[in-house]
């Protein structure tokens, strides 16, 4: 369980950072964002926006702006979260960014 939790808090920080990437270099603020993870916490937050169908209104802005690597499935599909997702869900980013042109890595 340790293990779990020190996961999730990289995965928080790894939202973070790209929330700040996204302000700083893109001028994107997703203050809704922020207040979902403030109230739900990262994994949660990720699994409800990754279940929307056809994606949240930030991976469409995300996508305005050609940046969908500073996406919420972006960062599920890394292999290092992996233990935090079924795979049903980290199929749903794939295909995902797959739609949207973003290269998605291959499967280790």
């Known amino acids: 369980m ?6 999730e808090k990289r995965f928080l920080t790894e939202m973070l950072n790209n929330y700040r990437r996204a302000d700083q270099e893109c ?3 997703a203050t809704r964002f922020l207040q979902m993870l403030d ?3 990262p994994v949660e937050t990720a699994k409800i926006l ?8 930030g991976f469409a802005k995300l996508w305005e702006l050609r940046r969908l690597d500073l996406s ?3 960062l ?4 290092e979260f992996k233990p935090l997702f079924t795979e049903e869900e980290r199929e749903i980013c794939r ?5 949207y042109g973003y290269d998605v890595p291959p499967e280790k």
């Open 2 to 7: 340790v293990i779990i939790k020190d996961l």
């Open 27 to 29: 001028g994107y603020r």
């Open 39 to 41: 109230k739900r916490g």
């Open 50 to 57: 990754i279940r929307k169908p056809g994606g949240s209104e």
């Open 72 to 74: 919420v499935e972006a």
């Open 76 to 79: 599920v599909i890394r292999d």
């Open 95 to 99: 295909d995902r960014l797959r739609d």
